[in-house]
């Protein structure tokens, strides 16, 4: 009992002695651990195999429980073995589940199969379809006595409580069909619905105890408008289950648009609105049905398609609509009615299809004008709520069938040569007068040869005058009967009419004749006769008489006179007319204007002419006419090229065409004319002479006349003498080319180079483009460079006014000219070219020459002088434009690029035209220089002297270097000679005070001496061999050092040369 009561004691302290130690614990720890170790190593009861891993349990109330848990798919209890996916059952549990395992857990670190007495299951309860949720039970509250097909029967029944079918029923009526077919306005009645199970019984949430109100089943009511832009939903009703009445919806209004409908009843979850539970669908219930139009109540009319015309079919489209408005079919038994005031309506037949159109509508009756009338069409459907609608339409005249034709009597009777005239009228079926396109109307006349046809058109009005050309029938002695057909020969339904004309002769003028009286005599002129008179005269004594149809002359009358007209004058004497006489005619003066002389007569009936032509003929000769056949233009001595033609006219310029002259009778003379090649041909087919070789002796160009004489007539030609072809090119303005031309190098000629092409008589010929070239030696230079020009329209070229760069001496400039492939002669210009003694061509450079200059030391003084082409010194040059360079020569090319520029040296000298350069240091550096002077002149341009070459030498020893400066060397008193060495492999060379090399004729010794680098007293090292100088060697100036020491100190190593 007391360790009862120590067990129970909170405040007990336990200890475990651990190899011999004691330690300090809590007694439920240490036995929680043994009774596992326990379970894991003795207690054989379950065992946890097929390790899946570890996890953490949020879902234990325990924070501390939560992890770690090791989870498995199988368990082996008792000899069974529980896998995952297995169907159990459980007891004592409240309700008594069943379900489907999903894993096992253990409490603890577990990474292998391990015995336990403990552990949970996790199962998903079936059947699924009602439950759908996961519970996790301890391991021991498996049935392990219930066998699986015990299992399976259970959860089959209680499948059966899941939600199967719906109860429709409709208690108030109006129910609805499936795929029923229902008028626009229909109302659906109200709607009882019951939810039952595969038992048949009702129900209003899902079974479970554990579903609570969230699984309360609610019915979901839709209709739907199955619409060509896609589904719409119209009516959304939900109705939950009252306790004491079952789902109910309550009637539902008038449907009317048209379509196709669904009305849909879905049972859903509360508050989710699902309709489906653990992925099995909740039942439904579909009606599929149809809304059409209901009966028509009012119509329209539809558009109509005009021009209405009578007796021509129509149509009149009608358009039904219910009380919605809906598009409706008319019933059969309703026939429509047509009434119009002022016509009869009738129709052929009723199309009753989507659209009812009336087909087929004939009108009838008198519209009293081509434009048409208005009236009031009425269109009756007896039955309608509206049941008539009014209408305005314009009816036009028919098509045209008939044709009416004033005169009405049938023979009609005309005289000859005179119109006959209609009036038409073209009328349809009715009596209207009609219009249509393209109405015309002709008339042909028949019975004798060549008698018009008449037209007109009537498609505007429908009415018009037809009439034509007059009837005229030739040579009509007697009456002469004619028929005329009138009709439409575009309409084919048209009667033609027939009328009989009776044609009398005319006694009007129908024949006009030209006379000509010859004495007593008078001859007829008949038309379109030739008629030959002497140019210029006048063809007098002309008469005209005028017959009818029976050729009886005709008295002319002041008023038929008014209707006759001439073509040769403009104002006819009247008097002279009706006397029958007509005007003089003028016979035109020209041979080539031949006169067309018309006497006319017009008036109402008839158009008569009568012609005669009028050929002018050459009179007596009279005057001499001569032509050039091309260009006046000819060259001094050369022929003239154009032919010239002689001809005898009279005296109104026409060609005498009946000669028979000889060539001897023409006479050619003029001034300076050369008869030489002159020759004169008589040409019979043209009644011409022929003159070639025209040649004029050379002279002055200008104008010369030829005088052409036949009998007592004459006749001048001038002609245009110019200058021969070009010959020779002689220069203008420079009078004497046998002199020299004196011109000083670089300056310009006294004159301008202007040059004039002749031909052998030193005519200037204006000669135009012909080459002009200066041809001169290679070694004279001329400027502007361009020697080459053309002669202008004058024959002339300027060369300009050249600069001459020759050397001194004569030259000679020669100018070269080519004519169609001939040289030319052309003159020689000579030329005295002096030197230019303001022309600096040299730089004269003066100064003590030596072999070599020491470095450092000054050079002699430079005298420079500019020289020109005449070897005279240039004065009057400023002193800044003077410089002299000087460079070391780096290889055999002098370069220029580190070149040292001086100035002239400013000096008390009055010595003009010299330049001093003095007290110029030579370079310190040892080599080869060069120096060169320079003269910038006015141009811009350099003149350079030639380049001085000297030779920079060493300057007098005074001091001794080494080659390369060497490190301060550390010595040591070792027995290691290199570490006693102080010197190794030092050079010593012997140099001026620039640093040149020098000594090279100097052979002697060196003295090295050591010398402390401290005022302290102390021992000075000796050299190897205890001695205190060294003596070393040197040839050609230079010496090479290695010195030791035996032991370290702070010294300085001196070398004196002797």
């Known amino acids: 009992m007391d360790l009862e009561l120590k067990l129970k004691d909170k405040h007990t302290l336990f200890t475990r002695v651990v190899n011999g130690q004691e330690q ?39 924070k501390r429980m939560q992890s770690p848990w090791a989870t498995y798919s199988a368990i082996e209890w008792d000899g069974k073995t529980y896998k995952t996916g297995q169907l159990i059952k459980t007891i004592k549990t409240l309700p008594i589940l069943c379900g489907r395992i999903l894993q096992f857990f253990l409490y603890g670190d577990h990474v292998e199969d391990v015995y336990a007495t403990g552990g949970e299951v996790q199962i998903a309860l079936e059947p699924q379809a009602l439950y759908d949720e996961k519970k996790i039970i301890p391991i021991c509250k498996i049935d392990r006595s219930v066998p699986d097909k015990a299992v399976k029967k259970y959860i089959e029944e209680e499948m059966e409580k899941f939600p199967n079918k719906l109860s429709v029923t409709w208690p108030e009526g109006d129910e609805l069909l499936p795929n029923e077919t229902k008028h626009a306005g229909t109302t659906i009645g109200a709607l009882r619905i019951e939810i039952l199970n595969k038992r048949g019984e009702a129900m209003q949430k899902l079974p479970g105890a554990s579903h609570g109100g969230s699984k309360k089943l609610l019915v979901e009511l839709k209709v739907i408008l199955h619409a060509p832009d896609g589904d719409k939903e119209i009516i959304s ?156 339409i314009k009816i036009l ?112 003028v129908a024949k006009l004749q030209i006379l000509s009286l010859e004495g007593e005599k008078a001859i007829q002129i008949k038309h379109q006769d030739e008629i030959s008179w002497i140019a210029g005269d006048v063809m007098q004594n002309l008469i005209f008489q005028m017959y009818d149809e029976i050729e009886k002359e005709i008295v002319i009358t002041p008023a038929l006179a008014e209707k006759i007209k001439v073509n040769w004058i403009p104002n006819i004497n009247r008097e002279q007319l009706v006397k029958g006489m007509l005007p003089d005619v003028k016979v035109p003066t020209s041979v080539t204007d031949v006169r067309y ?81 002159l ?132 030259h000679i400039l020669q100018l070269k000219a080519t004519y169609k492939k001939t040289t030319l002669d052309c003159p020689v210009i000579k030329v005295n070219v002096l030197p230019d003694p303001d022309n600096p061509v040299l730089l004269n450079v003066k100064y003590e020459k030596k072999d070599a200059f ?20 240039i004065k009057n040059i400023k002193a800044g434009r003077i410089s002299m360079k000087i460079w070391k020569v780096e290889s055999r090319e002098t370069r220029l690029l580190n070149a040292t520029t001086f100035g002239c040296t400013i000096t008390k000298d009055n010595d003009e035209g010299f330049f001093y350069f003095r007290d110029r240091k030579v370079p310190e550096q040892v080599g080869t220089y060069g120096i060169q002077s320079a003269y910038a002149t006015d141009k811009g341009n350099t003149l350079l002297s030639e380049q001085i070459i000297v030779e920079v030498v060493p300057n007098e020893p005074t001091q001794l270097m080494p080659a390369s400066l060497p490190r301060t060397p550390v010595v040591s008193n070792a027995d290691c000679v290199a570490s006693r060495t102080l010197v190794k492999d030092l050079s010593l060379i012997i140099m001026d005070k620039y640093k040149n090399w020098t000594g090279n004729d100097l052979d002697g010794k060196i003295i090295a001496r050591i010398k402390r680098s401290t005022e302290k007293d102390a021992d000075i090292p000796l050299f190897q061999g205890k001695t205190s100088t060294v003596e070393f060697p040197f040839h050609k100036g230079i010496a090479e050092i290695e010195v030791s020491l035996p032991q370290k100190l702070p010294i300085s190593l001196c070398f004196q040369v002797s």
């Open 597 to 677: 002389c018309l006497v006319t007569f017009l008036d109402d009936h008839v158009s008569l002419e009568s012609g005669f032509i009028v050929r002018p003929v050459p009179d007596e000769p009279k005057n001499i006419k001569c032509k050039l056949k091309g260009s006046n233009v000819l060259q001094m001595g050369e022929k003239l090229q154009a032919e010239i033609e002689v001809m005898i006219t009279d005296q109104h310029g026409n060609q005498i065409q009946n000669l028979t002259s000889s060539v001897n009778s023409l006479g050619i003379s003029g001034n300076g004319l050369d008869k030489t090649d």
């Open 24 to 62: 300090r614990m809590k007694i439920d720890r240490e036995f929680t651990s043994w009774l596992k170790d326990c379970h894991e190593k003795y207690d054989k009861q379950i065992k946890f195999t097929l390790f899946k891993g570890i996890i953490t349990r949020t879902d234990h109330p325990s």
């Open 854 to 873: 020491a470095a450092g030391s000054t050079f002699p003084d430079f005298i420079i002088s500019v020289i020109s082409e005449d070897g005279s010194i």
């Open 397 to 508: 005249p028919g098509p045209p069938r008939q044709l009416k034709v004033k005169p009405d009597s049938n023979v009609l009777k005309i005289e000859n040569g005179t119109p006959s005239p209609f009036q038409i009228e073209v009328l349809d079926e009715v009596g209207n007068i009609t219009v249509q396109p393209r109405l015309i109307v002709h008339c042909k006349f028949s019975g004798a040869p060549d008698l018009p046809v008449y037209t007109v058109d009537c498609s505007n009005a429908g009415s018009n005058i037809l009439t034509g050309p007059a009837l005229h029938v030739q040579n009509i002695k007697r009456d002469q009967t004619l028929k005329a057909k009138i009709e439409i020969p575009s309409c084919k339904d048209v009667p033609p009419v027939e009328k009989t004309i009776k044609l009398l002769p005319s006694h009007r």
């Open 237 to 392: 009703h939900i109705s939950q289950h009252g306790g004491k009445w079952p789902y109910w919806f309550k009637r539902m209004g008038s449907i009317n648009k048209l379509g196709s409908y669904t009305l849909k009843l879905q049972v859903v979850l509360n508050e989710s609105n699902a309709d489906t539970y653990s992925g099995r669908p909740l039942p439904s219930k579909i009606f599929k049905f149809n809304i059409i139009a209901g009966k028509p109540q009012t119509f329209s009319v539809g558009l109509l398609d005009p021009p209405f015309r009578v007796g021509i079919p129509f149509n009149i489209p009608l358009s039904m609509q219910d009380e919605f408005g809906h598009d409706a079919t008319l019933a059969d038994d309703i026939i429509p009615q047509l009434e119009a005031g002022g016509l009869t309506l009738k129709y052929e037949e009723i199309d009753r299809g989507p659209n009812l159109v009336i087909k087929g509508i004939i009108a009838k009756g008198l519209v009293n004008s081509c434009q048409g009338k208005n009236f009031t069409l009425k269109v009756i459907l007896p039955g309608l709520k509206e049941e008539s609608q009014a209408l305005k």
């Open 679 to 810: 020759t004169t041909v008589w040409q019979a087919d043209t009644q011409t002479f022929c003159v070639k070789g025209v040649r004029f002796k050379p002279g002055h160009p200008g104008i010369k006349e030829l005088c052409f004489a036949w009998h007592e007539f004459s006749h001048f030609l001038r002609l245009n003498v110019i200058a021969g072809p070009p010959a020779k090119l002689i220069l203008m303005d420079w009078t004497d080319l046998e002199e020299s031309v004196s011109v000083i190098n670089g300056k310009e000629l006294p004159k301008p180079l202007t040059v004039q092409l002749c031909d052998q008589w030193d005519n200037p010929s204006p000669e135009p483009n012909v080459k002009i070239s200066l041809v001169k030696p290679d070694i004279i230079k001329i400027t502007p460079s361009n020697h080459l020009c053309k002669t202008d329209e004058k024959g002339r070229a300027n060369l300009g006014v050249l600069s001459i760069h020759a050397p001194r001496g004569d």
